[in-house]
């Protein structure tokens, strides 16, 4: 029996009550993942940028787990109009080049309330392409200071070798010119090589933010 667990029995009453120390700061921080939640979520790692060019993920993408989700948490741009991108790898990070078909739209809406729009982007998109794949718009993003983009991507069975490499990306930041933009890409590494490696960066300069990695049964 675990510590966590061992802990949680002593703290139980005769009549099936849990006491007051049956659950602490230490016990919970220490559960890295819930046996019975619906999605079997599993934290990876996590990895920050501190005006870096770069963030490589090239461990823990492999065939344990059918999907892996990343989290983009207030990834800050140091140079204004820039694109957060990201390009995939066969190679254990060697090369980030893998050829991809995408889809690309955004909605957007300014802070005075007179603009919206909601439009596919050519050029943002990609028709075969072993190039970065934006996850804004073009020249989407701000070096403000309470500026960032933050979202979520889903790479679906990356280790298999018989189907092409899905993923589905959304993602929302703040415009220079003060609107919010909500982007949604989605496409597929065409290849049926085991996909190992993924590289985030800007398409020109350094970032600040953190990305966490999960794993998803």
Same mark, same amino acid.
């Given at each position: 029996?675990? =510590?966590? =667990?061992?802990?949680?029995?002593?703290?139980?009453?005769?009549?099936?009550?849990?006491?007051?120390?049956?659950?602490?700061?230490?016990?919970?921080? #220490?559960?890295? !993942?819930?046996?019975?939640?619906?999605?079997?979520?599993?934290?990876?790692?996590?990895?920050?940028? @501190?005006?870096?060019?770069? %963030?490589?993920?090239?461990?823990?993408?492999?065939?344990?787990?059918?999907?892996?989700?990343?989290?983009?948490?207030?990834?800050?741009?140091?140079?204004?109009? !820039?694109?957060?991108?990201?390009?995939? @790898?066969?190679?254990?990070?060697?090369?980030?080049?893998?050829?991809?078909?995408?889809?690309?739209?955004?909605? !957007?809406?300014?802070?005075?309330?007179?603009?919206?729009?909601?439009?596919?982007?050519?050029?943002?998109? %990609?028709?075969?392409?072993? #190039?970065?794949?934006?996850?804004?718009?073009?020249?989407?993003?701000? @070096?403000?200071?309470?500026? @960032?983009?933050?979202?979520?991507? %889903?790479?679906?069975?990356?280790?298999?070798?018989?189907?092409?490499?899905?993923?589905?990306?959304?993602?929302?930041?703040?415009?220079? =010119?003060?609107?919010?933009?909500?982007?949604? !890409?989605?496409?597929?590494?065409?290849?049926?090589?085991?996909?190992?490696?993924?590289?985030?960066?800007?398409?020109?300069?350094?970032?600040? #933010?953190?990305?966490?990695?999960?794993?998803?049964?």
């Amino acid at each position: 029996m675990g =510590a966590i =667990a061992r802990n949680i029995a002593n703290n139980i009453t005769t009549g099936g009550v849990f006491t007051a120390n049956a659950l602490n700061a230490s016990s919970v921080t #220490g559960i890295t !993942v819930l046996a019975n939640a619906s999605d079997g979520i599993t934290f990876i790692s996590s990895q920050t940028a @501190s005006n870096s060019a770069s %963030l490589s993920f090239t461990t823990g993408i492999d065939s344990t787990y059918k999907a892996y989700k990343f989290v983009f948490s207030n990834i800050h741009p140091r140079t204004d109009g !820039v694109m957060f991108q990201f390009n995939l @790898s066969t190679d254990s990070g060697s090369n980030y080049n893998v050829t991809k078909t995408t889809a690309f739209f955004r909605a !957007v809406h300014d802070e005075a309330d007179t603009a919206t729009s909601l439009a596919y982007h050519f050029g943002s998109d %990609l028709a075969q392409s072993t #190039g970065f794949q934006f996850l804004n718009q073009d020249a989407d993003l701000s @070096s403000d200071a309470d500026h @960032s983009i933050s979202g979520t991507m %889903l790479l679906f069975n990356p280790s298999s070798t018989v189907y092409t490499k899905h993923f589905i990306a959304n993602c929302n930041n703040n415009h220079p =010119a003060d609107y919010t933009a909500n982007c949604y !890409v989605g496409g597929y590494g065409n290849t049926t090589s085991a996909i190992n490696a993924i590289r985030f960066q800007m398409n020109t300069g350094n970032f600040d #933010g953190t990305i966490y990695l999960y794993g998803i049964k």
